[in-house]
Each structure stands twice: as C-alpha cells, then as structure tokens.
C-alpha cells in the first residue's frame, strides 16, 4: 500500500487501513504528517465523546456498553483507549485485550489502544490524530477512554466534543481529590456503580461542587446514574451526551472559542514535538546531552549552564 493507497483507503472506511494509518502517526513515521494532511479537511463529522474518571470506575464497561447502543442504532463506532498498561490503570492489561478481541469481531465497531508513550511525549497528539482518522473514514461516533490521571489524558479528554467524567458511589474523599483535575472538564457526569450503596450521597456532593463550579459557558452537566454491567442507564447517557451536543450546536460562538483553544493546545503541542525533535536530529546532540547528563550527576555542571551550551553551540 503506497501512501496514496492508504489515504484512499482509510477514506473509504477500511478497517486495516485505518489500523495502519494510526500506527504510522502513532510511530511517528514518515508520511505521517502527508496523512494527517489529507484526513484534515475530511473530519468534523463524527460526535467525539471523551470518557475519563478514576481507575477502576467503569469506564471501559460503560463505553463498551454504549458502542452496542450506538451500533443498535445503525451507527459506526470507533473505540480508542489510552494504555491499558498505563501504571495509573490498575494493569487491567488482559480484562482489556479480551475486550479488544471481543468487541473487535463487529465490523461496525473499531477498537484502538494506544500504547506507545515514548520519551518525547506525543501520546496525545498520536490519540488526537487517531481520533481525527476515525472521523474521516466515516465513524459516527467515537469514544475516547482515558483514566483521568495525568496532564495527557485530560488534555486528551478536552478536546472531545463532549467530556464524560465518571465516578462511582462512596468517593467523598475522591471527588475532593479529583476535583482539580477533571471535575472542571465534565461536560456530563456519569454515577456508575449506582448498584452499591452510598449513590444518594455522592450525586448530593457531586451537585454541591458543581453548584460551585462557574462555567463559561453557563452549561449545567447533568447527573446520570448507570450500571454499566447491568446495562443500566445507557440511553440516559446517550441522551444527557445529546443535550450537551445541541446545547453547543446552538452556542456557535462558545463552541468556535472551544475549538479555537484546543486548535491552539494542539499546535503548541506540535511545535514542541516538532521543535524537539529538529533539535535531537541534529549532528551530535544526543551524544551532547548524554554527556551533559553525566556533567550534571557529577556535579560539574548545573542543567541550566548545561542548556544554555546546547542552544548556543552549534
Ligand atoms: N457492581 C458494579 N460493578 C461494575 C459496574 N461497572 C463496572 N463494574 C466492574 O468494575 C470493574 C472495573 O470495570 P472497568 O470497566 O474495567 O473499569 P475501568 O474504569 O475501565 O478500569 P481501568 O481502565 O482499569 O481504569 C470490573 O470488575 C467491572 O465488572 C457497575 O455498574 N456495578
Ligand atoms: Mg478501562
């Protein structure tokens, strides 16, 4: 397949094609860039939906169980997850290739992991492109999972369309923890687990926090309570996920400074990728930082001084 080939194909929907293309921007290969180039102009269609919380909350079982709503309905849906080995997950590595292979054997879902988190970074901008290649080779929708620990995932997480956050029963101290984090990027909030006790008094917390929260957009997130292992409330979820689309469809301006922030995030993103590895590709840079490092654990040099002589020299 030349790059031609690829691009078409991923266009056209085909499954190995679309694997390819996303692991060609997961690698960073060439031709990356000539991809990501031509899937551009053709995204925009698809509902991009992030889905983030704690380890262990439901996340995965809540998104397979929405794939199948989704796909009752006709649709196409495309599944990327970020690390399932990531050291945040719980190592749920296993639970989550059984479900890749399970969940993969329907043509109308495709599921993704995306594993690589190489030293540059570039997992974020590796799930972003993914995603944009979902939409372009005609997904309807497509789900994001992230465990929502980590500057990556909640950036990763903002720039869906619609940013799920889902907690589960009995977490007071949790949601107090987490708050910082990703309570200010939910646009919709997910009870799961809402089959165990204490439900009443986490939604009871959960509204007093966001009573707090100011949003600019003067959205207020709904609270919907699931089972995800028993099916429950999936169409509640897909119907609070609809409300908060509509609700954006019909602020055009809220939503262009929504989109023009995280077009900003993104180019920043690959500046410094960009930047960095310009930088690192050029004669002799490795060996000098290798040998800066060792100046810097043997206390000759400080890593300021040490950056200041890689910048200058040439
Ligand atoms: N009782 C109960 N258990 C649930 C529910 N949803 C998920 N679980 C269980 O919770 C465990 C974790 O579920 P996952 O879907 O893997 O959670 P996750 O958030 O994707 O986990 P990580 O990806 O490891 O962070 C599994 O044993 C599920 O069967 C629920 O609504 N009620
Ligand atoms: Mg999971």
């Known amino acids: 397949m030349n790059d031609r080939d690829l691009i078409e194909r991923v266009l056209n929907g085909e499954t190995r094609a679309i694997a390819r293309a996303i692991t060609t921007v997961e690698s960073g290969a060439d031709g990356a860039a000539e991809l990501m180039k031509a899937v551009f102009p053709k995204t925009g269609n698809a509902l991009v939906i992030g889905i983030t919380g704690s380890p262990g909350a439901g996340k995965s079982s809540l998104v397979d169980k929405l794939a199948f709503y989704y796909k009752d309905k006709g649709e196409k849906i495309g599944i990327v997850c970020i690390d399932p080995s990531s050291p945040f997950s719980g190592g749920a590595i296993l639970g ?179 930047l960095l590895h310009d930088l690192l590709d050029k004669n002799g840079t490795r060996e000098k930082l290798d040998r800066a490092a060792l100046d810097i654990a043997e206390k000759r040099k400080d890593p300021y001084t040490a950056i200041e002589e890689l910048l200058t020299t040439k």
């Open 96 to 274: 989550d290739r059984i479900r890749m292979a399970t969940l993969g054997l329907d043509k109308n879902i495709f599921i993704r992991s995306m594993a690589t988190r190489g030293n540059l970074g570039g997992l974020s901008r590796a799930t972003v492109d993914a995603v944009a290649i979902l939409d372009a080779a005609g997904f309807d929708k497509v789900i994001v999972e992230t465990v929502g620990v980590g500057q990556d995932e909640v950036e990763i997480v903002k720039t869906a369309d619609v940013s799920v956050v889902v907690l589960v029963p009995g977490m007071g101290d949790d949601i107090q923890a987490i708050k910082a984090g990703i309570m200010e990027i939910g646009d919709v909030f997910v009870i799961n687990k809402a089959d165990r006790e204490g439900v009443l008094r986490t939604q009871k917390e959960l509204e007093s926090l966001l009573s707090l929260a100011h949003r600019p957009d003067f959205w207020n997130p709904p609270i919907v309570k699931t089972v995800a292992t028993e099916s429950k409330g999936i169409e509640d979820l897909s119907k609070a996920i609809e409300s908060f689309k509509e609700f954006q469809d019909n602020a055009a301006e809220g939503s262009l400074i929504r989109k023009q922030a995280i077009a900003h995030w993104r180019l920043l993103e690959l500046l410094q990728e960009r």
